[in-house]
């Protein structure tokens, strides 16, 4: 397993814009964002392959951009136009062999979370 750091949420206006970042100890084949927003199970905001392009939930829509860093090992999300639906715990997970969006089976780590609230 390797350990993962969530940092970067808060409380933001609708429109409003907030940048997530992950710090993972070593290069995982794939991080991931996963949230759990009131209401709903949890579901995939982004995943990342090593070397490869992000993929995104389907409620992204264009407002989010997921970027990776080799050397400082992290992965950052970054969230624009943000709206009430958007509120709820996000959380950056790890795996060595998948790097699925829509489920998040096969994520073996998993960080401790940040709050992310949009309000007016």
């Known amino acids: 397993q390797v350990q993962l750091v969530e940092s970067g949420g808060g409380s933001v206006q609708p429109g409003g814009s907030l940048r997530l970042s992950c710090s993972a100890d070593s290069n995982m084949y794939c991080l991931a964002w996963f949230r759990q927003v009131p209401g709903k199970g949890r579901e995939g905001v982004a995943s990342f392959v090593v070397g490869g392009r992000p993929f995104y939930g389907d409620f992204v829509q264009g407002r989010f951009t997921a970027s990776r860093n080799y050397v400082k090992r992290t992965l950052d999300l970054q969230m624009d136009n943000l709206t009430r639906e958007d509120t709820g715990m996000y959380y950056c997970?790890?795996?060595?062999?998948?790097?699925?969006?829509?489920?998040?089976?096969?994520?073996?780590?998993w960080g401790q979370g940040t709050q992310v609230t949009v309000s007016s």
């Open positions: 997970a790890a795996s060595s062999t998948v790097c699925r969006v829509h489920t998040d089976d096969g994520y073996t780590s």
